[in-house]
Every structure is written in structure tokens, then in C-alpha cells.
């Protein structure tokens, strides 16, 4: 287990899951043990995210498409990186000392370290969103070569993120779409389902449901993307270990 410093900190345990549902039991006990610590990054973060999201929507309605899309995912690539961030840092200390931080030290930590997730977050989004618009199927691609890259980024910053997640990714693809591309779903079906524009004539509402979607679908899947990497970074040590065998 390497030690925190600068530019690290104590990455997830590879802990092996027998299955994808598995995954999701262990993230979702460590995120109901953690909440008062992950609710307490939605509050400094979330609130204000949402506060900004619903300010930015209102004022960009009637925009080009070409303009808000890539407005939208710098402002949600912003946010994200002190939203998942903080989270990520948490997780790794729980798994790897045994308790939580507390949440303005989890921001300190990442107060360095957000420029480079949110470039990482910025860059995997709009790739996935123009593979989206051209077509489904490269976005499901992309989705599962780009899933692990915002752990990596963290938990590995000496390497290339993009690159790293991409070489993860080969571990097993078919388990890294099944544990993330629920949320995928979920996400797209609540970004197409929900009338904003009658939303945003009550703002309260409309806050009170950006702030709901970033915790079931940002908070809850960064815990289960951080065990992800975890496992995959187990598979790809095994796989080493049996190719010198051979």
C-alpha cells in the first residue's frame, strides 16, 4: 500500500468480487457507513453546483447547441472534479486506515490535484458526448475505455490517465459496462425525462432535483468506480503474475 503524499495518497485494496452485484453491495454498505462524510461534500460542493447549474441553465436557454454542450461540460467537469475528488480521496482512506476523513480535509487534499481531474473529466466527456451524437455504439466504447480514467487520475498521477484507464479497460470490459452503464442509463433517462424548462419555473424544485441526481448518480458510482479500479488493478497484477508463470 503506498503512502499519501503530494501527489498520491493510499489507492483502493484490490479486493476481488465474485460478480457486479457483488460491487454494488460493497459500495453501497461503504457509502451508507460514509454518508455523513459524503453528504457533507454535497453540501460544500453539491449546493453550490446546483445553485450554478440552475443559474447557467436558465440563462443559455435559447442557445446554439454547439455552444452549450461544450459550456455544460466544462461547468459539470468543474464541479464534478470537486464533487468525485474528495470522495475518492475518502474512500481510498477508509479501505486503507480504516475511517473517514473529515470532508474540509478531503477538499484540502484536493484543492492541488482539481485542475488535472477536471481537464481529465472535461476530455472523457466530450469525447463520450460526440461518440453519443454520432453514434451508440462508439459511445459504449468509449465508455468503458474512459471509466476508470478520474480514478486514475488520483490514484495514479505519475501515469497518463486516459492512457492507464484505456490499459485497465482490458482487464474485463464486460464487467466495467456492467458496473457503470447503469448509471449511464439512469443519467440519460433522467436528463431526457425531466422537463427542465417547467422545472426551472420553480427554482426550488429544480434545485432540490440537480442536487438528488448528483448524489444517486455522481456520489453513489464514484464509490463504486473507485472499487472498480481496485479490482481491475488486482485482475491486471494476476494476469502479470501468470504470464511470468508461464
Known amino acids: 500500500m503506498e503512502t499519501d503524499s503530494f ?3 493510499p489507492r483502493p485494496p484490490r479486493e476481488g468480487f465474485d460478480s457486479v452485484l457483488s460491487l454494488w453491495v460493497r459500495a453501497g454498505a461503504l457509502f451508507f457507513e460514509g454518508f455523513d462524510f459524503i453528504f457533507g461534500v454535497m453540501l460544500l460542493v453539491g449546493v453550490p453546483a446546483s445553485a450554478v447549474t440552475l443559474v447557467a441553465e436558465t440563462a443559455m436557454q435559447g442557445w446554439n447547441s454547439l455552444l452549450t454542450i461544450p459550456l455544460d461540460i466544462g461547468l459539470s467537469s468543474f464541479f464534478y472534479a470537486w464533487l ?8 481510498a482512506r477508509r479501505l486503507s486506515q480504516g475511517q473517514w476523513p473529515r470532508t474540509l480535509e478531503s477538499l484540502r487534499w484536493m484543492a492541488p490535484r482539481w485542475l488535472r481531474l ?14 453519443l451524437l454520432a453514434l451508440v455504439v462508439p459511445a459504449l466504447y468509449l465508455l468503458v475505455k474512459f ?7 488520483l490514484y495514479e498521477p505519475e ?7 484505456w490499459e485497465l479497460s482490458r482487464q474485463s470490459p464486460v464487467n466495467i459496462f456492467l458496473a457503470i452503464g447503469p448509471f449511464l442509463l439512469a443519467s440519460v433517462l433522467f436528463t431526457f425525462g425531466v422537463d427542465y ?5 420553480t427554482p426550488v424544485l429544480a434545485f432540490a432535483v440537480d442536487w438528488s441526481r448528483l448524489l444517486l448518480l455522481a456520489a453513489y458510482p464514484t464509490v463504486v468506480t473507485a472499487l472498480l479500479y481496485g479490482w481491475m488493478k488486482g485482475e491486471e497484477d494476476n494476469d502479470a503474475v501468470s504470464r511470468m508463470d508461464v
Open 159 to 165: 501515469r497518463p490517465a486516459i492512457q492507464r484507464s
Open 197 to 201: 424548462d417547467a422545472l426551472l419555473e
Open 84 to 91: 468525485t475528488g474528495p470522495i475518492f480521496y475518502g474512500v
Open 118 to 131: 477536471a481537464g481529465v473529466l472535461y476530455v472523457t466527456s466530450l469525447a463520450f458526448t460526440a461518440g
Open 7 to 9: 501527489w498520491t495518497l
Open 147 to 153: 471509466s476508470l480514467a478520474d480514478a486514475c487520475a
